[in-house]
């Protein structure tokens, strides 16, 4: 006799759905780290502007000038970590800040395989950009919100059966739900009101 599939046991499409839900809610806050990322980007560049180069100078090795303007970054995105956030970077992306606004981005995170120029990035990542820098502190009323999210993206990958109760799902879906509809800004959001929806659809399938 065939064994039973694994997407007839409910307590597993219901992980398997608070997985999806998890992307959904990456792809619904991605546009909101977005631009604030890339305000920040453009503010450093017209608060820091470029010197002229003493030259010869490379990415790896920066001359005296391009070195101090660089420091002067340096020194602005890491008053930026909330106070008390540790995101266990060492030395990320430094030389691509200047040109690319989410390397400044990954400061925040801890590291991950995941490509952000690209446009995607995971749930974990994105919450910790949100919750470890000041950045966002005036566009989140509900940080708590972000911090549940986080703990339920823990719970799910270390779980040891890979399922989840009918409420366990109801609940964390009303979590994401949450951050999604965050007062400040998310709520009138275009990509985060589209997530919800697609939230909604995920528990009612
Ligand atoms: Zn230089």
Known sequence: MAEPSRFQDSGYVNWLKAGQSLICTAEGIYAFC?????????????????????GPCQEQSLCPSCLARHQEWEQDILSQLTPGSDPGQT??????WEREAWEIAEVFMRPSHESFRAGGGDTISLVQLVTNCRL???SIANRQSF???????????????FKLTNTELKDHIK???TLLEDPTQLKNDARATQAVQQLHQVKEN
């Open 136 to 138: 966002f502190a005036s």
């Open 175 to 177: 979590a994401m739900v």
């Open 91 to 96: 030395n990320p992306g430094k030389p691509l």
């Open 34 to 54: 977005d631009v604030a990322i890339r305000n920040y980007h453009l503010a450093l560049h017209q608060k820091f502007p470029r010197q002229p180069c003493d």
């Open 147 to 161: 911090v549940d999210v986080t703990a339920i993206r823990r719970n799910l990958f270390q779980s040891t059966d």
